[in-house]
């Protein structure tokens, strides 16, 4: 009788499949085989071909890809679903989600889609995955791949590339630029750094680049970068350390975006910062309407706090 393993559709579905044949792999369930669910065709012919291990076999692990495709889970076949200790274990793959086994849902394993990290909490995700896999990340590393690449699994494609270069010593920021980044990348990091440290001609140079892209990307990616900075100008004195704490900026620590804030304040000053930010908000809403801005509105707004008109 078999165990089942399901796996719902995510970005991380094929990274949690080979995690979890590594682990039934070391636990003494070696993959088998790997079929289409259209192979079977029903749940039954599945179970069928699947309840024991094959000839040569004594625990074995089977993959069924698109397993949607099966329909409803049939309530008569419950009672063939043993625990994690079955001798063979079918790991069903959906390009869905589940609910198709929820009369089974009690008696499975399911994998869920990995929960979304907020851009402010970013660096520290980075950071402990390093640390679980045994890598060497320097914060400021940690803060600029988060802050540039969106998809957190892109995000762990890059750290496992970064941890492979590196060969063992600290990922550092210079690695970070050189390797993880291509023009269009490099010329978002020009940008933001280039408007922070008041560097007009990398802000031009940029812009002629970064023009060929949506602007929300770009827009948000700004408004992050300057985010410490805004806490910064609204919260003085004991309170400007926890508020910036609770936006993911810890003055305690090494943190590249925060420095590069506090080299905006010194340029701009807060009431330039408030402004800017406020702005940013005003196109981001117009732009999800039809009266958006687009690039001619944001490059205003950039231009004005550059010019500190």
């Not at 994690?84 to 499975?108: E, G, N, Q």
């Not at 892109?154 to 920021?173: C, P, T, W």
């Not at 910064?232 to 804030?261: H, M, R, W």
Request: charged share 25%; aromatic share 8%; proline share 5%.
């Amino acid at each position: 009788m078999p165990h089942i393993i399901a796996i719902e559709y995510s970005d991380a579905q094929r990274r949690q499949l080979r995690e979890q044949l590594d682990t039934l792999e070391k636990s003494g369930w070696p993959l088998s085989a790997k079929y289409d669910a259209q192979t079977f065709g029903t749940w039954q012919k599945l179970f069928e071909n699947a309840i024991t291990p094959g000839l040569f076999a004594e625990r074995e692990a089977i993959v069924i890809e698109s397993a949607e495709t099966l329909g409803a889970f049939p309530e008569e076949l419950s009672g063939l679903i043993e625990d994690d200790k079955a001798d063979t274990v079918i790991l069903l793959v959906f390009s869905t989600d589940t609910k198709t086994l929820a009369p089974v849902k009690d008696s499975i394993t399911v994998i869920k889609p990995e929960p979304q990290v907020p851009p402010w909490k970013r660096q520290q995700w980075l950071m402990t995955i390093a640390k679980d896999e045994g890598f060497k990340l320097s914060p400021d590393a940690a803060q600029l791949l988060g802050e540039n690449i969106e998809a957190q699994e892109e995000l762990r494609s890059e750290l496992h590339k970064l941890a492979l270069y590196s060969d063992g010593r600290e990922i550092s920021v210079h690695d970070v630029e050189n390797l993880s980044f291509d023009e269009g990348g490099r010329a978002m990091m020009n940008f933001l750094d280039g408007l922070c440290d008041n560097k007009i001609n990398d802000v031009a140079e940029a812009l002629k680049h970064l023009r060929n892209d949506p602007l929300l990307p770009v827009l948000a990616a700004i408004t992050n970068r300057l985010r410490p900075a805004l806490i910064i100008s609204c919260f003085q004195g004991k309170y400007t350390d926890e508020a910036l704490k609770a936006v993911g900026s810890d003055p305690a620590k090494k943190n590249y975006a925060l420095t590069k804030a506090k080299s905006a304040m010194k340029h701009y000053g807060a009431d330039k910062i408030k402004q800017f930010m406020s702005g940013a908000v005003r196109l981001s809403f117009l732009e999800k309407t039809n009266r958006a801005e687009g690039w001619q509105g944001f490059e205003l707004l950039i231009w004005e706090l550059i010019a500190k008109v």
